[in-house]
């Protein structure tokens, strides 16, 4: 008993260590960190925040360990697409592949398309997908509403949903585009 607890104790000491041994901007960064997007958030999927110390030495074990199960399980987790980052929620990019990311930004595109300055997507405007890579993979965007303008900037509501091997996911994103831009992107 006494020879678990000292090495216990041993473990707590190193742990500790290790993060007093970090430079400040390590320990604390992820408190004024708020603003990232797009490319800074693709190491994110499935995992805690860049940078998290919370989930240390054990936690980073574990996920190891589940992560190779999911793998084992064929549940899959891709890297966002920085390209299509103002497109796609994370976390559905997180459930497609590279290709499958296209596709739904694609037609995120599509179903906000409009003809003609000063025009808008209509509410219930639609658009389909079906991968190209993996066999019950598929998608749709929807825009679902309109919201009051607010200054210059033209804003609406999209729905995506994508549904892997019968499993379905949801995201609503809200998009504007400032006047005289010709598509709409996902505002943080």
């Known amino acids: 008993m006494a020879f ?18 970090l430079p400040a901007q390590a320990q604390l960064g992820g408190l ?11 190491d994110n999927c499935g995992k805690g925040k860049k940078g998290d110390r919370g989930r240390g030495a054990l936690g980073g074990l574990l996920g190891g360990a589940v992560g190779e199960l999911a793998r084992r399980a064929g549940i899959s987790s891709w ?9 796609l929620t994370e976390s559905i990019a997180c459930r497609l592949d590279p290709e499958e990311q296209r596709q739904a930004a694609e037609a995120t ?12 997507p209509a ?8 991968s190209r890579t993996r066999e019950n993979v598929s998608g749709t965007s929807t825009v679902t509403s309109r919201d009051a303008a607010r200054g210059d900037l033209d804003c609406i509501t999209v729905t995506d ?11 609503e994103k809200r998009m504007c585009r400032a006047p005289g831009s010709a598509r709409y992107s996902i505002i943080a």
Do not use: N, Y
């Not at 890297?79 to 497109?87: A, H, K, L, M, N």
């Not at 595109?109 to 025009?119: Q, Y």
């Open 109 to 120: 595109l599509e179903a906000t398309r409009t003809d003609g300055e000063g025009a808008v």
């Open 4 to 21: 678990s607890v000292s090495r216990a104790a041993m473990i707590t000491g190193a742990l500790a260590f290790a993060t007093l041994s």
């Open 32 to 42: 004024f960190d708020s603003t990232r997007r797009g490319a800074e958030k693709a």
């Open 161 to 171: 949903v994508i549904i892997i091997e019968g499993e379905e996911t949801r995201a």
């Open 79 to 87: 890297v966002p697409v920085p390209e299509f980052s103002d497109q």
């Open 123 to 130: 509410v219930g405007a639609s658009a389909a997908w079906t």
